[in-house]
């Protein structure tokens, strides 16, 4: 798991599987959550 901050864009980043491409996005109020298909094995 890699964790950075922007100070200039205030944004947190959690990146818990840097491989893969996004393609599904969600957000709720303040947290916007990116899906990559078939990261746990279930593509």
Do not use: C, N, W
């Not at 950075?4 to 109020?29: L, S």
Request: charged share 30%; net charge negative.
């Amino acid at each position: 798991m890699k964790v950075r901050y922007d100070r200039e864009e205030d944004i947190m980043v959690v990146e818990v599987m840097p491989q893969g491409t996004i393609d599904h996005a969600k957000q709720t109020d303040s947290l916007i959550a990116h899906f990559t298909a078939g990261a746990f094995g279930d593509s």
